[in-house]
């Protein structure tokens, strides 16, 4: 989405840096005044606390706000504008006369980016079986009409009459959205359906699915919720940290627990696969003298995901677009969040997560080398790898592109190029990369 590319985070944020304290045995945990009804009297880990702030029925961030996904009213004709400044001023006025937070490229760059994705899909697709797309969070459905659009034009009349696309959106209000953006073209309507659900329940996939099939996610894994671990100093076991209410019900706070969570201690180990070396003495005394705090974001959130597909959806093919990185982000700790809200057209962040009370965007970095292991390891194959109780091959092909390479490869660049050369999609997204993974032989 534009708002969390390199370009306009200069352009319309408002940064404010913050001094990390280094979090000794004496120093209380983090506290907030803000989100205390997302917590009961009970303690809960971080993933559940984020996923209410998000996800809340009645406070989450995406319940309450139906336009925190932008729709742009037109497409924009790159070809007719100057260069970069012409496209700045451009969205500068978009972003302005819009009430929403963001806009995704998908809807940024229609129907371009859709179309790459619908390419690089027939291109790798068996075109002899009938072709069927899961997305999840489809957000205002442009996706899902630029595939079906594309795909009707482009491949054989077999390929689009047999086609089913289904949506897996939480939002109901987005639900809604995605139909009406599909519907535009008649005859999608046969072939698109929505169902309201999470896509990390399992039981709303029903039985397995035993055909091939393509899963999309565009921009989804970086608001999955993550937990937190932690370590005082370098040597020390990680543990699971907790968000409680303090006795005065008004603010928040962290615990520390040894890891006892199933999805963290699973993410630690996939973590940790080739790192199971002993700490040596020099280390051990190091980290006494220079006691240095450790504070690792896991997505633990995104593993139950693909657990949920692979089991479900074991044939499937996976392409994912998401940030690799993000800029400027003050809250500490590897693959920490921006924490964002939009007041009066004007984007600012939160110091601490702590702070988010359903009107702020959480959004995270996407490691893709660890994204990769866990697809590997929900596939099976990772796991008896490591345990050399099988001499069996991947069970997975994957790769990772920059956006730029990938649309070079599959889409029409000159579509999203300005007069004098300049190409937002190509120059601005360079935090931003693809995931394509694709069943082997080796699956049963």
């Given at each position: 989405?534009?708002?969390?590319?390199?370009?306009?985070?200069?352009?319309?944020?408002?940064?404010?840096?913050?001094?990390?304290?280094?979090?000794?045995?004496?120093?209380?945990p983090?506290?907030?005044?803000?989100?205390?009804?997302?917590?009961?009297?009970?303690?809960?880990?971080?993933?559940?606390?984020?996923?209410?702030?998000?996800?809340?029925?009645?406070?989450?961030?995406?319940?309450?706000?139906?336009?925190?996904?932008g729709?742009?009213?037109?497409?924009?004709?790159?070809?007719?504008?100057?260069?970069?400044?012409?496209?700045m001023?451009?969205?500068?006025?978009?972003?302005?006369?819009?009430?929403?937070?963001?806009?995704?490229?998908?809807?940024?760059?229609?129907?371009?980016?859709?179309?790459?994705?619908?390419?690089?899909?027939?291109?790798?697709?068996?075109?002899?079986v009938?072709?069927?797309?899961?997305e999840i969070?489809?957000?205002?459905?442009?996706?899902?009409?630029?595939?079906m659009?594309?795909?009707m034009?482009?491949?054989?009349?077999?390929?689009?009459n047999?086609?089913?696309?289904t949506s897996?959106?939480?939002?109901?209000?987005?639900?809604?959205i995605?139909?009406e953006?599909?519907?535009?073209?008649?005859?999608?309507?046969?072939?698109?359906?929505?169902?309201?659900?999470?896509?990390?329940?399992?039981?709303?996939w029903?039985?397995?699915?035993q055909?091939?099939?393509?899963?999309?996610?565009?921009e989804?894994?970086?608001?999955?919720?993550?937990?937190?671990?932690?370590?005082e100093?370098?040597?020390?076991?990680?543990?699971e940290?907790?968000v409680e209410?303090?006795p005065d019900?008004?603010?928040?706070?962290?615990?520390?627990?040894?890891?006892q969570?199933?999805l963290?201690?699973?993410?630690?180990?996939?973590?940790?696969?080739?790192?199971?070396?002993?700490?040596?003495?020099?280390?051990?005394?190091?980290?006494?003298?220079?006691?240095?705090?450790?504070?690792?974001?896991?997505?633990?959130?995104?593993?139950?995901?693909?657990?949920?597909?692979?089991?479900?959806?074991?044939?499937?093919?996976?392409?994912?677009?998401d940030?690799?990185?993000l800029?400027?982000?003050?809250?500490?700790?590897e693959?920490?969040p921006?924490?964002?809200?939009?007041?009066?057209?004007?984007?600012?962040?939160?110091?601490?997560?702590?702070?988010?009370?359903?009107?702020?965007?959480?959004?995270?970095?996407?490691?893709?080398?660890?994204?990769?292991?866990?697809?590997?390891?929900?596939?099976?194959?990772?796991?008896?790898?490591?345990?050399?109780?099988?001499?069996?091959?991947?069970?997975?092909?994957?790769?990772v592109?920059?956006?730029?390479?990938?649309?070079?490869?599959?889409?029409?660049?000159s579509?999203?190029r300005?007069?004098?050369?300049?190409?937002p999609?190509?120059?601005?997204?360079?935090?931003?990369?693809?995931?394509?993974?694709?069943?082997?032989?080796?699956?049963?």
């Amino acid at each position: 989405m534009f708002s969390r590319s390199l370009l306009s985070r200069n352009l319309n944020f408002l940064f404010h840096r913050r001094r990390v304290i280094a979090y000794e045995s004496t120093t209380p945990p983090f506290q907030a005044l803000y989100s205390t009804y997302f917590v009961d009297d009970k303690p809960i880990l971080v993933r559940d606390f984020i996923h209410s702030a998000l996800y809340h029925p009645k406070h989450g961030y995406f319940s309450q706000r139906s336009k925190s996904v932008g729709v742009l009213e037109k497409s924009i004709k790159f070809n007719q504008l100057e260069g970069r400044k012409a496209y700045m001023n451009h969205l500068d006025k978009v972003y302005k006369q819009s009430d929403t937070s963001w806009f995704t490229p998908v809807e940024l760059f229609k129907p371009w980016y859709a179309h790459g994705i619908a390419e690089a899909i027939l291109r790798t697709a068996n075109l002899s079986v009938p072709l069927k797309i899961y997305e999840i969070g489809g957000g205002s459905g442009t996706c899902a009409k630029g595939i079906m659009d594309y795909i009707m034009l482009n491949a054989p009349a077999r390929v689009y009459n047999s086609l089913t696309y289904t949506s897996v959106e939480i939002s109901p209000s987005l639900a809604e959205i995605q139909k009406e953006t599909v519907g535009e073209v008649r005859s999608h309507l046969s072939k698109f359906k929505v169902e309201c659900r999470d896509a990390a329940d399992r039981s709303g996939w029903g039985d397995m699915e035993q055909q091939p099939c393509w899963v999309i996610m565009l921009e989804v894994l970086d608001n999955l919720a993550h937990d937190l671990i932690y370590s005082e100093n370098q040597v020390l076991p990680w543990k699971e940290v907790w968000v409680e209410k303090q006795p005065d019900r008004k603010t928040l706070s962290e615990l520390y627990k040894p890891l006892q969570d199933p999805l963290i201690k699973c993410c630690v180990e996939i973590m940790e696969l080739d790192s199971n070396q002993p700490v040596s003495k020099a280390r051990s005394i190091w980290s006494k003298v220079f006691p240095k705090p450790r504070r690792c974001w896991l997505p633990t959130s995104c593993l139950k995901l693909l657990q949920v597909l692979h089991e479900a959806l074991p044939k499937m093919s996976l392409i994912a677009s998401d940030f690799s990185y993000l800029p400027d982000v003050s809250i500490p700790g590897e693959r920490a969040p921006l924490v964002s809200t939009k007041k009066d057209g004007h984007s600012s962040d939160y110091k601490s997560y702590l702070e988010a009370k359903g009107d702020a965007d959480i959004f995270f970095p996407t490691d893709f080398w660890l994204l990769e292991r866990m697809d590997h390891y929900c596939s099976g194959w990772l796991k008896m790898h490591q345990d050399k109780s099988s001499k069996q091959g991947k069970k997975r092909r994957t790769l990772v592109l920059d956006t730029s390479s990938f649309m070079e490869e599959f889409g029409l660049p000159s579509k999203t190029r300005t007069k004098d050369g300049y190409n937002p999609l190509l120059d601005d997204f360079k935090n931003t990369k693809f995931y394509l993974s694709v069943p082997t032989h080796n699956i049963k």
